[in-house]
């Protein structure tokens, strides 16, 4: 059974920062390529960062790039997404989830990925 738990959301004013954290288990993590995506109020789930299974390759939504880092542990099971200089259009659900296959290197489309969280709550407000 897969299990990914994201925390490390929370109210913050514009040009804060965030770290996210989201502890996966139940599948061999350092296999899977790792995505964020986020969820704004009333809108669709959208891709933010994607991370390669070995951390060698990274992608970022336009949006983000630039202020916002994913990275991994594999050791710990874990992804993270430093978010910084946040801006209220930042605010939204944020799920980590795991790639459907393992070995990919970027996959972007939220159809590649199986298993997600709970979601954490970001609310960039002043």
């Known amino acids: 059974q897969v299990q990914l738990v994201e925390s490390g959301g929370g109210l913050v004013q514009p040009g804060g920062s965030l770290r996210l954290s989201c502890a996966a288990s139940?599948?061999?993590?350092?296999?899977?390529?790792m995505g964020w995506f986020r969820q704004p109020p009333g809108k669709e789930r959208d891709i933010v960062a994607v991370i390669s299974a070995n951390g060698g390759r990274t992608y970022y939504a336009n949006s983000v790039k630039g202020r916002f880092t994913i990275s991994r542990d594999n050791a710990k099971n874990t992804v993270y997404l430093q978010m910084n200089s946040l801006k209220t259009g930042d605010t939204a659900v944020y799920y980590c989830?795991?790639?459907?296959?393992?070995?990919?290197?970027?996959?972007?489309?939220?159809?590649?990925?199986?298993?997600w969280g709970q979601g954490t709550q970001v609310t960039v407000s002043s």
């Open positions: 989830e795991i790639n459907r296959l393992p070995y990919q290197m970027e996959p972007r489309r939220e159809t590649e990925y199986d298993y």
């Open positions: 139940g599948r061999t993590f350092s296999n899977y390529a």
